[in-house]
Nanobody, 116 residues
Framework: QVQLVESGGGLVQAGGSLRLSCAAS????????MGWFRQAPGKEREFVARIMWSGCSTYYTDSVKGRFTISRDNAKNTVYLQMNSLKPEETAVYYCNVNLPEADYWGQGTQVTVSS
């Protein structure tokens, strides 16, 4: 059974940093892209970042470029999101995602709250 477990969220002041982790289990993930999404209260879930299976290619939504860094450790089946210079409007639940041939999987999310 595929399971994604996020951690690392919390309360941080504007301009601060957090590092999110997503531990994946249930199968081998090294051949698949993994990503992070976020959902703020009253808004739709939005794409944040994605990393391809090799780790060589990464993609970001424009608003986080230069501040967020996605990385992965295939040996640990873990993907990370380093978030720097956080803004209050980035307060949201952050979700880990993996697209597998049989289904799209999501974690339970981790809350990130950025105070002004």
């Amino acid at each position: 059974q595929v399971q994604l477990v996020e951690s690392g969220g919390g309360l941080v002041q504007a301009g601060g940093s957090l590092r999110l982790s997503c531990a994946a289990s249930g199968r081998t993930f090294r051949n698949y892209a993994m990503g992070w999404f976020r959902q703020a209260p009253g808004k739709e879930r939005e794409f944040v970042a994605r990393i391809m299976w090799s780790g060589c290619s990464t993609y970001y939504t424009d608003s986080v470029k230069g501040r967020f860094t996605i990385s992965r450790d295939n040996a640990k089946n873990t993907v990370y999101l380093q978030m720097n210079s956080l803004k209050p409007e980035e307060t949201a639940v952050y979700y880990c995602n993996v697209n597998l041939p049989e289904a799209d999987y999501w974690g339970q999310g981790t809350q990130v709250t950025v105070s002004s």
